[in-house]
């Protein structure tokens, strides 16, 4: 079995793990190395063809396979290794041994002085949904389509409903759209989608596909193939109201029920997990429970805006360079909660006595319009953010000035006061 | 009437008053590119259009974009003209894919390279 040491092995070549390991070859690290599972580097942007990433960061508006693509030449020209057709089988966190498995070199076991973790997130399968009817062909999430459709050119249908108002969800009802399905209906069970609302205008409203608010699929008929479903309204407690069925003939059925952090990894490695986010519980630069494991991107928490997944690991990628270096500060820990309308923060830790800006990122609770979000360090006001509208459906990022943040000395809470 | 800004995930709410089929005033937007947005989408409403074509010599489909929006309205016949384009690997990002779209003066340029 082959062996080797490196000082930074970031688990992923998506947005996240590219842009660790960026940030940690900047800072001067050349014994670094990326495992990525897949033959590409580029995570799930290579699927995403689709305009609106990149507005922040490159002030350009590109798609997926060109944001992905600058960070890939950047890697490239930096001479970043990136190891492909690479699958990490386990991590150790005591030991930052790492086991990994590929054609080409058989198990490998490679031990980091610190380990990026950058795997990115998973579609939420049927089972979890518990969606009724039989288990006939035509059933797919939004992201396997897709694939299907971006990565591997074929329509996984003609006739198309689709469950759930994720953002893949709508941009896989214009995509099927534009490629010569037709799309009938999107349902979504809560009152309010959960995808953005750009998505909502340039990828239903454009098509005049009808969106179904409080609504949910409560039969799906079918043997081999799916023949159609039947819709139906909910009430308050979410139960189907008798009376109100619509029925769809209809091929395909396209499950966008929300996503979730790949961390089989984590939790094996003994990397304590947020029950709110799925993701790792994390201080101001990304470090987990467990010295030199840092967690950035999906994998952290479901981001909706890549340009926010690349600012967060490039801070952690420069945080794990300072701790191969010994110069990362650690200590006390002042905690961050969630209060009234917020779910979710993350950091959940900030290191006491650092001055370095903070960004508290967090899912609003509810629909909020013209709410102010308002973040206390013991009671005392730090910062607030005011907005037209707070919705689940966006995620919500407050910053904390460094001379803020050095003046932190006690529990951070954030909250949203509604008008 | 009401819009949304499609043009950042921010999706700001804009309120637009129009008098004559004339934009006289726009509010709600964040940024100057809100109330440029609102101008043209109450006037003559553009998409970037992205799609997948298949290649000759080449497994995987090739995404393409047009360079810069083009009218909302001709998104269907765009997709036709893109649908009889036949092309080969290799393909490099950013090359033209199909010139001046429809007439709108707009070019097709591959977003990925494949079979390079
Ligand atoms: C199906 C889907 C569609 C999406 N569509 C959009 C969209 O339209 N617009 C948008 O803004 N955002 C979208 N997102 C969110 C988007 O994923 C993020 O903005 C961003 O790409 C996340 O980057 P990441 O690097 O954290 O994760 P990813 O891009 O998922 O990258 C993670 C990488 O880690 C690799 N990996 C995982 N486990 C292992 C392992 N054990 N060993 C080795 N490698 C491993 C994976 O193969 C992958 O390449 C989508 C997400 C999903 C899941
Ligand atoms: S007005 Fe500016 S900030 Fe608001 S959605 Fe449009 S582009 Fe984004």
Not at chain 1, 116 to 125: F, K, N, S, V, Y
Not at chain 1, 211 to 219: G, M, N
Not at chain 1, 290 to 315: K, M, Q, T
Not at chain 1, 319 to 330: D, E
């Amino acid at each position: 079995m082959n062996s080797k040491c490196v000082d930074i092995l970031v688990i992923g070549a998506g947005p996240a793990g590219l842009a660790a390991a960026i940030a940690a070859k900047e800072d001067g690290i050349d014994n670094l190395l990326v495992l990525e599972r897949e033959h590409n580097p580029g995570g799930i942007l290579r699927q995403c063809i689709h305009n609106g990433f990149g507005l922040h960061r490159f002030k350009e508006e590109l798609t997926g396979p060109e944001y992905a693509q600058r960070d890939i030449d950047r890697a490239r020209e930096m001479g970043i290794e990136i190891q492909t057709d690479t699958t990490v089988l386990s991590v150790d966190g005591k030991t930052h041994t790492v086991t990994c498995v590929s054609s080409a070199h058989g198990v490998e076991i490679i031990t980091a002085k610190a380990i990026i973790l950058a795997m990115g997130c998973r579609e939420r399968p049927r089972g979890a949904l518990g969606t009724p009817g039989t288990r006939c062909a035509g059933i797919y999430s939004a992201g396997t389509a897709q694939k299907f459709v971006n990565l591997e050119g074929y329509m996984p249908g003609k006739r198309v409903v689709i469950l759930g108002s994720g953002d893949i969800g709508l941009i896989m009802a214009r995509r099927m759209t534009l490629q010569g399905a037709k799309v009938l209906a999107c349902v979504e069970l809560m009152p309010f989608s959960s995808g953005l609302n750009r998505n909502i205008v340039q990828c239903l409203n454009d098509y005049d596909i009808p969106l179904y608010l409080s609504h949910t699929v409560i039969d799906i008929k079918g043997r081999e193939r799916l023949t159609g479903v039947t819709v139906a309204k909910v009430d308050a407690n979410r139960q189907p109201i008798p009376g109100s069925e619509i029925e769809f003939d209809c091929d395909t059925l396209l499950l966008s029920v929300g996503l979730i952090p790949e961390n089989e990894l984590s939790e094996g490695a003994g990397v304590k997990l947020s029950p709110l986010t799925s993701g790792a519980e994390v201080d101001d630069v990304l470090q987990t429970n467990l010295p030199g494991i840092f967690a950035c991107g999906n994998v952290l928490h479901v981001h909706d805006l890549v340009d926010h997944v690349s600012n967060e690991s490039f801070r952690a990628g420069h945080a794990a360079a300072a701790y191969v270096r010994g110069q990362l500060s650690g200590g006390d820990t002042l905690d961050v909660r969630d209060g009234d309308g917020v779910r979710g923060t993350v950091p959940q830790r900030i290191r006491k006595g650092v001055s370095e800006e903070v960004d508290l990122m967090f899912r609003p609770s509810g629909v909020f319009r013209n709410a102010t979000c308002i973040v206390t360090c013991g009671g005392r006001e730090i910062a607030r953010k005011k907005a037209p509208i707070f919705t689940p459906g966006e995620m919500a990022v407050v910053k904390l000035k460094p001379e803020i943040v050095a003046g932190l000395d006690d529990t951070v809470t954030v909250t949203i006061e509604r008008s | 009437m009401e819009i949304t800004c499609i043009n950042c995930p921010v999706g700001c709410r804009l309120s637009v008053t129009l008098e004559n089929g004339q934009v006289t005033s726009v509010t709600g937007n964040t940024c100057k590119r809100g109330e440029i947005y609102a101008r043209q989408e109450c006037v003559d409403p553009q998409r970037m259009v992205t799609a997948v074509i298949p290649v000759a010599g080449s497994a995987m489909p090739l995404s393409v974009k047009t360079r810069t929006p083009i009218p909302k309205k001709l998104i269907d016949e765009c997709m036709k003209a893109l649908s009889a384009v036949e092309i080969a690997a290799p393909v490099k990002a950013g090359s033209v894919v199909l010139a001046n779209v429809c007439g709108t003066g707009v070019d097709i340029i591959a977003t990925k390279s494949v079979g390079a």
